[in-house]
């Protein structure tokens, strides 16, 4: 748990733990504007997973966000798991990662 203590911000490093630890692949997060960015799996199991976490950290309000981008020939599968800030607004920009590896069409 240290990597995460001085690696992911607090609000949301909790999450991203699990979410990890229970095979989803985390790309970026950020506690400031409250979303976890992950890479995308098989849709069923992977919103159940993310269903079953919410439920055990009793975070009752959250969007996904599914988004898949094709550039210069490239497939970009990726969501965001948004949380509401403290207004109860959500973020709603996928940042891509520069070092994404390429899935070619």
């Given amino acids: ?4 203590n ?3 911000e607090e609000p949301i490093r909790e999450l991203v733990y699990r ?3 229970d095979g989803i692949n985390t790309e970026c997060s950020c506690g400031h504007r409250m979303y976890v960015q992950c890479q995308f799996l098989d849709d069923c199991e992977t919103f159940n997973i993310i269903y079953n976490i919410m439920c055990d950290l009793k975070i009752n309000n959250y969007q996904i966000i599914y988004v898949e981008t094709v550039r210069n ?3 970009f599968q990726g969501f965001d798991i ?3 800030d403290k207004r109860g607004l ?3 920009e996928i940042k891509w990662v520069d070092n994404y590896i390429e899935n070619k069409i």
Avoid: A, E, F, V
């Fill in 19 to 21: 979410l990890r630890n």
């Fill in 6 to 8: 001085s690696h992911i």
């Fill in 90 to 92: 959500y973020q709603s």
């Fill in 82 to 84: 948004q949380l509401p």
């Fill in 73 to 75: 020939g490239y497939k």
């Fill in 1 to 4: 748990m240290d990597w995460y």
